[in-house]
C-alpha cells in the first residue's frame, strides 16, 4: 500500500490502482491527525482499492464555514487525484461526529458525491460539547454558541441537502449519537434513500485501536470491536465501488 501524504490540508492515501474515492471529515480534536486516530477504518478502506482523503482541521464555532473550508480542500485533492489518474473519481463522503453535520452543510448540498456513510451523527450545543463553557464563556466574552446551532442544522439539512443516498450508522448505546434527528430531517426530503444501520460499539469504535486502548482500556480493541470495524469497512467500502446502489 503507498503511504499517507500531505495534499490540500488533507492527509491522502492513494493505492496504485484507485476504483473509488473516499472523503472523509473526522469528529473534533480526532480529525487534528486523522491519520493516527482513524489508520484501521481509513487504512482498511484503502486495501479495498479506494483513494482515502482525509481534511485535517481543529474544530471551531462557526461549523458553516468550516464546512466550506473542508469541502475546498477535498475538492482541491479530488482534482490533484484525477488529473494523476487522468479520470474522474465521484467520491463517497464519510463523517464521523461532527465531520457528519460539516459533510451536511458542504455548499453543493453533496451534489457532487455517489453517497454519504454518517457514523454516530453528532449535533449538541456548545455547552453540552464542550464542559463548562457556560460558566466559563461569559466572562471571557466569547461566543458561546456553533454556528448554525442544533435546531437551524437540522432545518439546512431538510431544505438544501440534496443527497439522496445516505448511510447512517449508530454504535450501541452512544449517548453522544443524534442520528435519529437526522434520519427525520433527511426523510422529510423529497427522494430520499435514506437507510439506517445500528452496529455494536461505541462513539469511538470508529477511531483506531491504539487510540481507544489508550482512551478506554485493554478490552478497548477486542475481537468484537475489529468485527464491526471490519463490518464497517465492508458497509463503506461497498458505497465507495457502487455496490450498494445496483
Known amino acids: 500500500m503507498s503511504r499517507w501524504q500531505r495534499q490540500q490540508g488533507c492527509w ?3 493505492p496504485a490502482s484507485a476504483q473509488g474515492l473516499i472523503e472523509f471529515i473526522g469528529g473534533s480534536y480526532l480529525a487534528t491527525n486523522p491519520q493516527i486516530s482513524y489508520r484501521r477504518l481509513l487504512e482498511g478502506l484503502a486495501a479495498r482499492q479506494l483513494a482515502v482523503h482525509a481534511w ?3 474544530p471551531g464555532f462557526d461549523h458553516q464555514l468550516q464546512a466550506r473550508e473542508g469541502w475546498q480542500a477535498l475538492r482541491a485533492c479530488r482534482s490533484v487525484l484525477n488529473q494523476r ?32 456513510a454518517a457514523l454516530s451523527f ?20 466569547v461566543v458561546t454558541e456553533f454556528s448554525p446551532g442544533p435546531e437551524e442544522t437540522l432545518r439546512l439539512i431538510e431544505r438544501y ?10 454504535f450501541g448505546a452512544d449517548q453522544l449519537d443524534q442520528s435519529q434527528d437526522l434520519m427525520q430531517a433527511l426523510s422529510k426530503r423529497s427522494g430520499d434513500q435514506s437507510q439506517f444501520v445500528a452496529m455494536n460499539g461505541d462513539h469511538l469504535t470508529p477511531a483506531s485501536a491504539g487510540l ?11 475481537p468484537a470491536r475489529a468485527r464491526v470495524i471490519g463490518s464497517l469497512i465492508e458497509s463503506i467500502g461497498n458505497l465507495g465501488l457502487g455496490l450498494e446502489r445496483q
Open 12 to 14: 491522502c492515501l492513494w
Open 56 to 58: 485535517s482541521y481543529v
Open 85 to 116: 489518474l487522468r479520470k474522474d473519481l465521484v467520491p463517497v463522503r464519510v463523517g464521523h461526529s461532527l465531520g457528519c453535520k460539516l459533510h451536511l452543510l458542504a455548499p453543493d448540498g453533496g451534489r457532487n458525491s455517489l453517497a454519504m
Open 122 to 141: 453528532n449535533n449538541f450545543t456548545a455547552e453540552r460539547s464542550i464542559p463548562l463553557l457556560g460558566t466559563i464563556a461569559p466572562s471571557l466574552g
Open 161 to 170: 441537502y440534496l443527497q439522496p443516498h445516505n448511510l447512517v450508522i449508530r
Open 212 to 222: 481507544r486502548q489508550g482512551l478506554l482500556g485493554d478490552w478497548a480493541d477486542d
